[in-house]
C-alpha cells in the first residue's frame, strides 16, 4: 500500500519567508481583493497554511501589510524618479528620464503599480486615500520643479508652472496606466520618445 507523502515548504528565515508570502498575496490581487484569502495566498506561495498563520494572524493583518509594503515601495520608486536639480540636464530631457525611470518601474513591478494605478474592486479605502495623500506631495515636489525648469529655460513667462506640473504628473500616469494595460501596444521606448517630444516642444 502506498501513501502520498506530504510537501513541506522549505525552510526560510521569517523575514524571507514574510515576504514571500506578501509576494503570493500581491500577485492574486488584480483578480480582485476576494480573491485574496488565507488558503489561496497559502496555495500560491506552495506553504502549509500553519506556515502562513505563523507570521499573520489573519486575512486583514496580511493585507495591512500588504498595502503598506506596496505604498512604501511605489512612494519610494516614484521619488526615485523625480530630478533633484538640473546641474546636469536640461530641464526637459530631466522630465523625459524621470518618465522613462517611472515606466520601468511600472513594467518590472506591474502587480505593484496596477495596485496604485488601476485599483481592482475591493481596495481598501485607507489605502485609495493614502495613495491619493501621495500623489498631492509627489506633485507639488513636480510643481516647484517646472517652476525651476521654466525659469532655467527662460523665455517661458506664459506658461502656468502649476498646470504644468499637473500636466507632466498626469502623462506619467497615463504612461503607466497604458504599459499596463496594453504593453505590446504601448511600449516604453513609445511613450517615452512621446514625452520627450512634448517636453522638448515646450521650448
Given amino acids: 500500500m502506498s501513501t502520498t507523502r506530504r510537501k513541506y515548504a522549505r525552510r526560510l528565515p521569517p523575514d524571507q519567508r514574510r515576504e514571500q508570502l506578501l509576494d503570493a498575496a500581491l500577485s492574486l490581487i488584480p483578480a480582485g481583493f476576494d480573491t485574496?484569502?488565507?488558503e489561496s495566498v497559502a496555495r500560491a506561495a506552495e506553504v502549509t497554511k500553519p506556515v502562513l498563520y505563523d507570521?499573520?494572524?489573519n486575512?486583514?493583518?496580511l493585507i495591512s501589510a500588504l498595502l503598506q509594503r506596496e505604498a512604501s515601495r511605489a512612494t519610494?520608486?516614484?521619488l526615485a524618479a523625480l530630478p533633484t536639480d538640473f546641474a546636469t540636464r536640461s530641464p526637459d530631457d530631466a522630465?523625459?528620464?524621470a518618465v522613462?525611470?517611472?515606466v520601468q518601474a511600472v513594467v518590472e513591478c506591474p502587480d505593484r503599480w496596477r495596485l496604485v494605478l488601476l485599483p481592482p474592486?475591493?481596495?481598501p479605502h485607507e489605502f485609495r486615500a493614502q495613495v491619493e495623500l501621495v500623489r498631492a506631495g509627489v506633485l507639488a515636489q513636480i510643481e516647484e520643479l517646472a517652476a525651476l525648469g521654466l525659469e532655467e529655460l527662460g523665455?517661458?513667462?506664459?506658461l502656468d508652472s502649476d498646470l504644468l506640473g499637473h500636466a507632466m504628473l498626469a502623462l506619467a500616469e497615463m504612461s503607466g496606466r497604458l504599459v499596463l494595460t496594453d504593453p505590446e501596444k504601448f511600449t516604453p521606448d513609445r511613450l517615452v520618445a512621446f514625452v520627450t517630444r512634448i517636453a522638448h516642444g515646450l521650448r
Fill in 59 to 61: 486575512r486583514a493583518e
Fill in 100 to 102: 522613462r525611470v517611472f
Fill in 76 to 78: 519610494d520608486q516614484v
Fill in 55 to 57: 507570521l499573520f494572524a
Fill in 155 to 158: 523665455g517661458l513667462d506664459d
Fill in 121 to 123: 474592486e475591493g481596495t
Fill in 36 to 38: 485574496v484569502t488565507m
Fill in 95 to 97: 522630465f523625459a528620464d
